[in-house]
Each structure stands twice: as C-alpha cells, then as structure tokens.
C-alpha cells in the first residue's frame, strides 16, 4: 500500500510515541525496539501490564480496542503461575517426552513430539508485534493486519539512533 507524505508522517509520530510509551512502561532502550517484536512473547507483557501500556498510549492516542480478543494474545493475570503448576505436575511426562524425541532422532525419525509437549508448556498465544499497536494506533481501531506494512522503518531506526545520541549526550553514558 502506498501511503502518501502526510500518513507517513503520521505513521512516524504514531510509532515513536508508542515506542516512547512502552520503554516507559517495560524499562526497555528505544534503540532495542524494532517493529517486528513481539510486546507478549518477548518483552514478557501480559495481563494488567498489557493494560497499563494500553492505558499510557490512550493519554495520546485514541484507539477503538472493542474488536480486539484480549484472550489471543495474553494471559489473564495469575495464568502464569498455574502454567508452573501445569509444568510441575507434568514434568515425568515431559521427561518420557524428551527421551522418546532423543530415540526417534538417533533413529532418524521425522515425528514431532513437540506438538505434544507444546500445549503443556509452550506458549500458545499469539505474538502482539509492536506494528500491531503502531497500525492500531495510525488507524484508530484494533483490526488483524495481516498484510498490512508500515512504510517508515528507516525513518524509525534513524530517530532511534538520534535519541540514543541525544540520551547519552544529556546523561553523559555511552555503551
């Protein structure tokens, strides 16, 4: 999609305010942001700090989140800690698991167990990539943009770059 001169500048105060907001709420350097990360499975958001972050965005951009299925992409809070129980309790499993895959590879056996062991430990949830919030943000509304692109990644990373020069230069620290 082709966006003209006016959007992009839109896309990019869009994206450096939700970069802005989210190094403010997970403690993370701007210049370690890339839209491709995922805020869930990565940065480890879930629950009410998902919410806090949603909450700091809103104060400058307003976004229609009533199509959003919260539970696609995070936990509820305290779900984490049931998943540990989960992983406690299925632990021998796991450990017949693991030597059966170990068996089957010296075999040369193409099966995949860990379809099996994926829905006891694994994260099943979907990655929330920054470009979602970004595109959320540009758009207003929450919508699945799968096809989607944000055209100003090189105008990104150069602000990036002049706001980490700008950061060390204030605090006097450098890498």
Sequence with gaps: MNYNEE???RFLKVAKRVYLCIARN???RIERLNLEMSLNNKLGLDGDDFDDLLNDIDRYIKIDWSSFDFSHYFNNEGSSSLRLFKILICFPFLIVFIFIKLVLKLFGSSKNVEQFIEPIVGNTKRDFKISDLVLAGFWGKWTEFKLLSIPIEDELKSWQNDFRIRF???????K
Excluded: A, H, I, S
């Design 7 to 9: 959007e992009r500048e």
């Design 26 to 28: 997970r403690g993370e």
């Design 168 to 174: 060390e230069r204030k605090f006097n620290t450098r």
